[in-house]
């Protein structure tokens, strides 16, 4: 699995009606789009949660590459270009995806907490604890749900989570929410995605008794 996410940040003074109108009027061509978990159409507003800027930021949770790479080549993030010139597409290898107690409800806010692991830390003992926190993190009241991703390059965890209302201020980034767009949302795998199959282990070239090869 893959998130991305793109911030359109725009003028103090802008007139966040546009983007919610380009929303009503758009968000639904996604809704049964070949290979996405979920987009979620995520603004922030000068003034609201905490924010100090206005900004524009879809976050997308992918089933594999073939959706997204379909999605940013020659599809409908060619729109974003057209109306906002081409953004900086952060990208993240989801590690777990778990729901929360309101997961069957329609979220309206979302949050994100972005962590990065010391250069000192165990990455797996590190993300065990993230995913643990991030379990936590959804079992409080008015969960729908939450994914946890990595950056291997720059080694920055993030936490992003659905509400059913409000996201929590442990959440440092709050969005709201104008539509969301989830055609296989049931499909997305759920729990921890970093253990290596013993059987993928084995068929590694210079292996031996499923001992781990060496790069």
């Given at each position: 699995?893959?998130?991305?996410?793109?911030?359109?940040?725009?003028?103090?003074?802008?007139?966040?009606?546009?983007?919610?109108?380009?929303?009503?009027?758009?968000?639904?061509?996604?809704?049964?789009?070949g290979g996405l978990g979920l987009k979620v159409y995520g603004i922030?507003?000068?003034?609201?949660?905490?924010?100090?800027?206005?900004?524009?930021?879809?976050?997308?949770?992918?089933?594999?590459?073939?959706?997204?790479?379909?999605?940013?080549?020659?599809?409908?993030?060619?729109?974003?270009?057209?109306?906002?010139?081409?953004?900086?597409?952060?990208?993240?290898?989801?590690?777990?995806?778990?729901?929360?107690?309101?997961?069957?409800?329609?979220?309206?806010?979302?949050?994100?907490?972005?962590?990065?692991?010391?250069?000192?830390?165990?990455?797996?003992?590190?993300?065990?604890?993230?995913?643990?926190?991030?379990?936590?993190?959804?079992?409080?009241?008015?969960?729908?749900?939450?994914?946890?991703?990595?950056?291997?390059?720059?080694?920055?965890?993030?936490?992003?989570?659905?509400?059913?209302?409000?996201?929590?201020?442990?959440?440092?980034?709050?969005?709201?929410?104008?539509?969301?767009?989830?055609?296989?949302?049931?499909?997305?795998?759920?729990?921890?995605?970093?253990?290596?199959?013993?059987?993928?282990?084995?068929?590694?070239?210079?292996?031996?008794?499923?001992?781990?090869?060496?790069?």
């Amino acid at each position: 699995m893959h998130a991305m996410q793109y911030e359109i940040t725009l003028p103090a003074d802008y007139d966040m009606g546009i983007i919610r109108e380009r929303v009503a009027t758009r968000g639904h061509l996604l809704d049964d789009f070949g290979g996405l978990g979920l987009k979620v159409y995520g603004i922030r507003e000068r003034g609201v949660d905490g924010s100090t800027l206005n900004q524009y930021s879809p976050f997308y949770l992918w089933h594999d590459e073939a959706g997204m790479n379909a999605f940013l080549f020659g599809g409908p993030f060619n729109g974003i270009v057209e109306s906002f010139g081409r953004p900086a597409v952060q990208h993240w290898t989801v590690l777990g995806f778990e729901e929360g107690p309101a997961f069957g409800t329609p979220p309206v806010a979302a949050g994100k907490h972005v962590v990065s692991i010391p250069a000192e830390a165990d990455p797996v003992a590190f993300l065990g604890e993230a995913l643990d926190g991030l379990r936590e993190h959804l079992q409080q009241d008015g969960a729908h749900s939450g994914a946890l991703a990595v950056d291997p390059r720059t080694w920055q965890v993030v936490r992003y989570s659905l509400w059913r209302d409000e996201a929590p201020e442990s959440d440092e980034v709050r969005y709201r929410i104008l539509h969301l767009s989830s055609p296989h949302l049931e499909e997305l795998r759920r729990g921890r995605q970093w253990d290596q199959p013993s059987s993928a282990a084995n068929s590694v070239p210079g292996s031996a008794s499923g001992e781990p090869a060496g790069h």
